[in-house]
């Protein structure tokens, strides 16, 4: 098996058991876990921040 049910909370990175916590939050359509209140307050302050993801090189596309 690849696939658990845990997720990982955006905030500080920690494996969350999405049927043991209540602390969700929906952003763009996805739900995200949280192993506590103080990170689901912070992904909700700024949930972007959280997103960004271990994408390297981000081109933002404004090569002309
Ligand atoms: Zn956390």
Not at 16 to 37: I, K, M, N, Q, W
């Amino acid at each position: 098996m690849t696939q658990g049910n845990d997720t990982i909370d955006p905030v500080c990175g920690m494996k969350v058991d999405p049927h043991a916590t209540e602390l969700r939050s929906e952003y763009h359509g996805t739900l995200y876990y949280f192993c506590g209140s103080g990170c689901k307050q912070a992904f909700d302050a700024d949930p972007e921040r959280y997103l960004q993801t271990e994408t390297g090189h981000q081109q933002h596309g404004h090569h002309h």
